[in-house]
């Protein structure tokens, strides 16, 4: 039961982005993939999303080669909380949830009574009933997060691609939407991919780890034994400090601002 | 699971005045559609249609040939109105579907260059020897066609997905048209086919005839079925192509079967009775401020308001002074106002 990425590659025009490439994630794993900017980590979500199609390179998820399944197929197995949303009508929160049931509409079907109590329900797990009715338009970036997040439960119940959850979050809601994704994984087993940006709270979080540097695969594995302060250095391009803390949990820091409290910044 | 109820309960309210407001502007449009028929110069009472009445009793509509109050309302009113709720119908909806479609509340199908390409492609057969109306309407059509084309592939050309570039990319297809238009109308006899140009340009329905309508009503009405049956779609559509995919859409292929859709229906509704300003935009505007912008809600309400302001401005155009006056004056001065106050009234609900 798992995704399968075999030597995946993807190019816009001659510029390669993702570069061999190959992992597999088992069910009810929260896997986060690190990288510098530009490291090809969105457009790694999009082939696991079957939006992009690799080539070369194959994804497949429990058996079924998503370069084969239709577009519908994938959807109802593989949903995407993409990174920016930007602006749309002003549509009731619980209008946008539902369109999560989209992949098992036909052509002409809309959602019924029975796909707006889902819907409801989706949005009652993550302690957001009280969303429903508000104008989506005019809720702060982690209430869009938290509701685009209903919307992509109530479409697969098997696997969740987000691409950096916790832009826009401010520090107590990033480690509790962390938190409820993880558990989600265990409870639900569901599999989780998300593109980070914070090696601390990929090893906080994550069960597994895929590092890309320039679209090719540095590093994969539990958090554990691929977050090193050598590995991590190597991802970001930047000497990276370790830190053990007394219970177990490890703070990555830059290496230039050893020694300047408060006061560190740029060195050159 | 106590506030999940409370809240179905409230939107089970929300489906219930829906429809009630679904009905009262259904009423409203079947009376006004009524009274319509009875508007206008030649002045035709209860007295006369209580003649009418036992004329087609004694002998059918035999009995009713030369009769003129029958001839006026069977011939000239009737198909005149229907043409105005169709029309109206047809442009307001299209222009939902482009505003959902583009993401963009300023799309409609004028800004997409559609009317102008319809208008230029009218024109082109109106100054043709001997033309025909069939061929008028063939023109109109793929012109309408080859111009909103041509603006999606400059936007797409330009840059992916922008809004901005798309609104501009119709500015430039407009400019293109309406320059060449220009053109014909220049070279055009101004005795015979300049006044005929210009009638498609300013929009009436003086011209109105069952004919038009054998046309126009099939394609119109089946283009406003195929867009009430998948208009789901359309608020999926709106969220933009990468969602719309990963929500297991192709949105190319949705994109074109909506703009083809609504492009036949403008296209049509142009070669019968000219451009109407203002209807594909302001509408939908009207509708989305009564019943918010789901389009599974907002695409028959827009139907509804758009038939009956067509109608309305109709009857104004035809009633107002002794002569006709030109449709698109009619709704360009009352839908100009209208969005004013929408704007003013919608102010930070995002929509704009």
Known sequence: MSLVCSSLSFQYGRDRVVDDVSFQVEKSTFCAVLGRNGSGKTTLLHCLAGILRPAPGRVELEGLDLSRASRIEIARRVSLVPQEHTDIFPFQVIDVVVMGRTPFLSPGGRPGPDDYDRAWDALTTLQAGYLGERNFNKISGGERRIALLARALLQSRDTVLLDEPTTHLDFHNTYRLLGRIKNLCKARSIRAVAAMHDPNLAFLFADQVVMLKDGRLLAEGPPEKVMTAKGVSQLYGTETRLEELPDGQRLFLPAFLQGRGKEGGESS | ?352
């Open chain 2, 1 to 352: 699971m106590k506030i999940s109820a409370k809240q179905n309960n409230n939107s089970a309210g929300l489906l219930i005045n829906h429809f009630i407001l679904t009905m009262v502007l259904a009423g409203l449009l079947g009376a006004v559609f009524l009274a319509s028929l009875f508007l206008g110069r030649l002045d035709i009472g209860l007295a006369d249609l209580g003649r009418m009445w036992s004329a087609w009793g004694s002998s059918g509509t035999a009995g009713l040939e030369g009769d003129v109050n029958w001839l006026v309302l069977t011939s000239v009113r009737l198909p005149r109105c229907l043409l105005a709720v169709l029309v109206g119908m047809g442009l307001s909806v299209s222009g939902a579907v482009y505003q959902g479609l583009f993401r963009n509340p300023l799309v409609s199908p004028d800004i997409l260059g559609v009317s102008a390409g319809c208008t230029l492609g009218a024109a082109l057969g109106l100054i043709m020897p001997n033309f025909q109306f069939g061929l008028v309407r063939l023109l109109a059509f793929l012109f309408g066609l080859a111009a909103v084309s041509l603006a999606l592939w400059l936007a797409r050309l330009i840059a992916v997905r922008s809004v901005i570039v798309l609104v501009l990319a119709g500015l430039v297809v407009t400019a293109v048209f309406n320059s060449m238009l220009m053109l014909i109308k220049y070279l055009a006899d101004p005795y015979s086919q300049l006044p005929a140009i210009v009638f498609w340009i300013m929009g009436s329905f003086h011209r109105a005839h069952w004919r038009d309508l054998n046309v126009a009503a099939p394609v119109i009405c089946g283009g406003l079925a195929v867009i009430h049956f998948l208009r789901y779609k359309l608020n999926v559509l709106s969220l933009g192509d990468l969602q719309a995919r990963s929500l297991g859409l192709n949105p190319l292929a949705w994109r074109v079967m909506f703009v083809t859709v609504s492009s036949l229906i403008v296209a049509l509704s142009v070669s019968t009775c000219g451009q109407v300003y203002w209807v594909g935009l302001v509408i939908p505007h009207i509708a989305r401020t009564l019943v918010g912008p789901n389009h599974e809600r907002m695409i028959p309400v827009t139907a509804l308001i758009g038939g009956l302001f067509l109608l309305l401005a109709d009857d104004l155009a035809r009633s107002l002074t002794t002569s006709e006056l030109p449709l698109s004056v009619i709704t360009a001065l009352s839908g100009a106002p209208i969005f004013a106050y929408l704007l003013y009234r919608n102010r930070g609900s995002g929509w704009t």
